[in-house]
T-cell receptor, first 119, second 113 residues
Framework: GAVVSQHPSWVICKSGTSVKIECRSLDFQATTMFWYRQFPKQSLMLMATSNEGSKATYEQGVEKDKFLINHASLTLSTLTVTSAHPEDSSFYIC???????????????FGPGTRLTVL | QQQVKQSPQSLIVQKGGISIINCAYENTAFDYFPWYQQFPGKGPALLIAIRPDVSEKKEGRFTISFNKSAKQFSLHIMDSQPGDSATYFCAAKVSNSGYALNFGKGTSLLVTP
């Protein structure tokens, strides 16, 4: 149980285009979803926290107009990188926590990540 | 400010040996301490977690030791195997809160045959 999926697993796009990444909790309802960015050989950097039906809370230094987060349902959150540039190339990982039978409400379950390359 | 400090940054252990990774935290409100394992190109996977009411938790070859007074916790991997080669992250948070985990910087473990 507690599986989180991400789509796509990798994406290559041209500079100036927008890219949408989906994060789904497959077998539990995610009350909170988190989006992280990870550079090679570095730790996970929290970008934003989103609760279903409300606006995301962005970490300091993260441009909310560039990284649009929508958490429209208890099983789906999306991250849209708008007008992507090469410096946005990174590994983006979502995680979710929720309330359900057998789920530890404090545990964050991570998706497999999305590798974004902006040319 | 790094709320969870992790060491060492990298570790090389021979097959069959014990791998030890240490973490320290400052916020005394933290009461949930998980460890995650991450393979290259994959998302982190929960390995084991502990709460302050116990000093040790063991799951298979993985053991967390927790020292509340010192605000430190560590991961021990017994009988380390080449398949354990990965990056390990410790984390901490206040339980039952909406806050995200605070991660350490990670330890790259290489287990040699």
């Amino acid at each position: 149980g507690a599986v989180v999926s991400q789509h796509p697993s990798w994406v290559i796009c041209k500079s100036g285009t927008s890219v949408k990444i989906e994060c789904r909790s497959l077998d539990f309802q995610a009350t909170t979803m988190f989006w992280y960015r990870q550079f090679p050989k570095q730790s996970l950097m929290l970008m934003a926290t989103s609760n279903e039906g409300s606006k995301a809370t962005y970490e300091q230094g993260v441009e909310k107009d560039k990284f649009l987060i929508n958490h429209a349902s208890l099983t789906l959150s999306t991250l849209t990188v708008t007008s992507a540039h090469p410096e946005d190339s990174s590994f983006y990982i979502c995680s979710a926590k929720g309330l359900a039978g057998g789920i530890n409400p404090d545990t964050q379950y991570f998706g497999p990540g999305t590798r974004l390359t902006v040319l | 400010q790094q709320q969870v400090k992790q060491s060492p940054q990298s570790l090389i252990v021979q097959k069959g040996g014990i791998s030890i990774i240490n973490c320290a935290y400052e916020n005394t409100a933290f009461d949930y301490f998980p460890w995650y394992q991450q393979f290259p190109g994959k998302g982190p996977a929960l390995l084991i977690a502990i709460r302050p009411d116990v000093s040790e938790k063991k799951e298979g070859r993985f053991t967390i030791s927790f020292n509340k007074s010192a605000k430190q916790f560590s991961l021990h991997i017994m009988d380390s195997q080449p398949g354990d080669s990965a990056t390990y992250f410790c984390a901490a948070k206040v339980s039952n809160s909406g806050y995200a985990l605070n991660f350490g910087k990670g330890t790259s473990l290489l287990v040699t045959p």
